[in-house]
């Protein structure tokens, strides 16, 4: 291939992709390199194996959900919205479906489906080429190309979407960002977000693999404040608590910071109304011990875990329980608490917060500050969201921005 290009797009997961893709409607042809055998190997794992796509929420409440630097991304998500990225991938034949909390996936429920189908937006007018990009060729603040594993290629427009660190198997390691770095860019240390919590107490591991639905986690912070409180799902593991609660929970805080944790397993009910609840199931279970009377109540499995906590020994008769022991229970199931110990490691996040500091990029283009040329799309950025699709939206959103940016520019 010729040494010279037009657009450079480094990395080719949702944002790299989505700006080939807009370049290509813009008539602009693009060379994206890209580092693994094939794209958006990052983006096949999504959703465990599914994708979820973006999420069906108003615009407007996207940015309640990006608790990092939500106001950079006003021109991003507004010029290119959650229902123009469904829009886009039912014209490129992948019909899609909402779930519980707004989440789009595919219809097939497989995440390659849309990997493909960004392949094929992408290759309008954009390549895919395997490369390893070592460096940005820059000359007086002006981009002028890139330095690949396999020689120079000129440019005087790069994109640079490689992504942050978490999943660095998939390619996302943060290469992207010493890039940048090196080329004068400041990097907002990445860290750990939507990623798995250890705890203090070992009696998850006692409930390994047990996943609870519609439950409440509070996070507690210094000084009592509370950080966070929602419902949702979460699930029990050898060290701690995971699942996609937990992993909202944890972008709402730091890793040196003391936290303690509490799980209501039963959200929907006051405490008189839960009390009620249990005297009607002791009333059926009178004459068995309370180890064999909370079936109806709770999973098998966490029954023994509350118990203890209420302080009642495994095999007293359920006839001879107190109402202060009763109490004692009604809490337990209100309030299972739990110390945050620390994150699991940065390459088990979900996503990376932290990276390009959003000061040094315009927000209306998607263009350094810094380096005339230069762009930047997706995880890159110091901006992350909750679970739920905000994050690959965020990768859609900033790609076509910036796509459309050079494209303004190149047909001025």
């Known amino acids: 291939m010729e040494n010279i290009a037009r657009v450079i797009i480094i990395g080719a997961g949702p944002a790299g992709m989505t700006a080939a893709g807009r370049l290509g409607e ?90 493909l189908a960004l392949r094929r937006y992408a290759e309008k007018k954009g390549k895919i080429i395997k490369r390893l990009a070592r460096e940005l060729i820059v000359e007086n603040s002006q981009i002028a190309g890139v330095r690949t594993d396999k020689g120079d290629i000129y440019a005087d427009n790069v994109i640079l979407a490689t992504g942050g660190c978490s999943y660095p198997v998939t390619g996302s390691d943060g290469t992207g960002m010493k890039t940048a770095e090196a080329a004068g860019h400041t990097i907002i240390t990445p860290k750990p977000s939507l990623v798995p919590i250890v705890t203090e107490e070992k009696f998850t591991a006692e409930l390994m693999g047990l996943s609870l639905k519609n439950v409440k986690l509070t996070v507690v912070g210094n000084k009592e404040k509370t950080v966070f409180s929602q419902r949702g799902e979460m699930l029990f593991t050898h060290f701690g608590i995971s699942g996609p609660l937990v992993l909202s929970a944890s972008s709402r805080m730091r890793p040196n910071e003391k936290y303690r944790l509490f799980i209501d397993l039963k959200p929907a009910l006051d405490i008189e109304t839960l009390d009620k609840r249990l005297l009607r199931d002791f009333e059926k279970y009178r004459n068995k011990h309370i180890i064999n009377a909370l079936g109806d109540l709770l999973p098998k499995a966490v029954i023994p875990v509350i118990i203890s906590l209420s302080g009642i020994q495994t095999h007293t008769p359920v006839n001879e329980i107190t109402k202060e022991q009763r109490r004692g229970l009604c809490a337990a199931v209100k309030a299972v608490p739990l110390t945050f110990k620390e994150f699991r490691p940065i390459d088990e996040a979900i996503i990376t917060s932290g990276g390009i500091k959003t000061g040094e990029i315009n927000p209306s283009t998607m263009e350094s500050k810094l380096i005339k040329g230069l762009y930047f799309a997706g995880e890159i950025i110091d901006v992350d969201a909750y679970t739920g699709g905000f994050n690959l939206q965020i990768a859609y959103s900033t790609g076509y921005l910036a796509g459309d940016s050079i494209a303004d520019k190149l047909t001025m």
Request: glycine share 8%.
């Open 26 to 115: 813009r008539n602009i042809e693009s060379v994206i390199l890209e580092r693994n055998n094939y794209e958006g190997r990052k983006l096949r794992i999504t959703g465990k194996g599914r994708c979820n796509i973006t999420n069906s929420a108003d615009i407007e409440d996207f940015f309640a959900n990006i608790p990092t630097n939500p106001k950079f991304l006003y021109s991003a998500l507004y010029g290119f919205t959650n229902n123009d990225m469904i829009a886009l991938l039912n014209s490129l034949g992948v019909k899609t479906k909402i779930e519980r909390g707004g989440r789009v996936f595919p219809e097939s429920d497989r995440a390659e489906d849309v990997s």
